[in-house]
């Protein structure tokens, strides 16, 4: 059995330690697939093979799935699941908003989510069933309704032909809610609905990379997070998290403002298929 309470007290440790690679002005940046929206720089590297090295030998035999490289370790019973440096888009251009992210699944349950801000010393965790904390302090989202609520989401950057119905849900929301904000990295804006300055949240495609650690935080603070799946010839609402391709991501404060968010989020993909998707 797994102690998580002790075992994120020493991820923090790792995912601090590993920050360390992000500290510098010297570092490479490398087109991936040939995209000029798509980069990897040589500091995310550094920071996925220490995060590998430290995890996996403080959980002897488990698997390890990360950005970089496009590891995938997805059968064994407790795996890593990990984005080095989440937004490294920001992260190159020295714009303090990027993240290194740290989940771990547990058979098929996510129980143990790490994130963290390094340029701010920002550190979000939880563990499944202990509450989500926020720099030592318990946090939990906010209590807007949706006509209050702030959304963070984005257009769809490695698939640009989905950038349409990215649009789309956007521009209907924000006729429904107060405002929407985009930073550019998807786990601390999650992390910024489980503190309550955010409330809405919606990307169209994201790894499990992306969100896995995120997860944990949102549902220890009180939020709900689905994905959308196909079935029946039509996009639903699913609580069922993808954990091994790309997939939508809502997130809210409650589940009401979920279901509402839902609502206009599948009927802007209901022309969408599973194949249009990949």
């Known amino acids: ?11 923090k440790d790792i995912v601090r330690e590993a920050s360390k690679f992000t500290r510098t002005d010297s570092f490479s940046i490398t087109e991936k697939e040939g995209e000029s929206w798509n980069i990897v720089t040589s500091a995310d590297v ?23 490289k496009h590891m995938m370790d997805i059968d064994k019973e407790i795996c890593w699941i990990v984005d080095p440096i989440d937004g490294t888009t920001n992260f190159a251009r020295g714009m303090q908003q990027s993240g290194i992210s740290v989940g ?36 939990h989202v906010s209590k807007m309704d949706f006509e209050h ?37 998807a786990s601390l804006e999650m992390c910024y609905l ?14 499990p990379w992306d969100f896995a650690a995120s997860a944990v935080i949102i549902r220890e603070a009180g939020g709900c997070i689905s994905t959308v799946k196909w079935g029946n010839g039509k996009a639903e609402l699913s609580d069922d998290l993808i954990l091994d391709v790309p997939s939508p991501i809502l ?13 206009i989020v599948t009927k802007h993909m209901a022309g969408l298929t599973e194949a249009d998707y990949k």
């Open 1 to 11: 059995m797994i102690d998580l309470l002790k075992l994120v007290e020493q991820v």
């Open 46 to 68: 550094a920071v996925q093979d220490f995060l590998q090295q430290k995890l996996q030998e403080l959980v002897p035999g488990s698997g390890f799935e990360g950005e970089e």
């Open 104 to 139: 771990m699944r547990q058979g098929k349950d996510l129980v143990l989510g790490v994130v963290y801000n390094p340029d701010h010393d920002d550190l979000f965790w939880a563990t499944k069933g202990n509450g989500a904390f926020h720099n030592g302090k318990r946090v």
């Open 149 to 185: 609520s702030v959304i963070c989401t984005a257009l769809s950057l490695y698939r640009k032909n989905l950038a349409e119905i990215c649009s789309n849900v956007l521009n209907e929301t924000y006729q429904q809610c107060a405002d929407f904000r985009r930073f550019g990295v």
């Open 194 to 207: 489980a503190v309550g300055r955010v409330d809405l949240y919606f990307e169209i495609r994201l790894y």
């Open 251 to 263: 997130i809210a404060n409650s589940r009401a403002n979920l279901e509402r968010l839902g609502s």
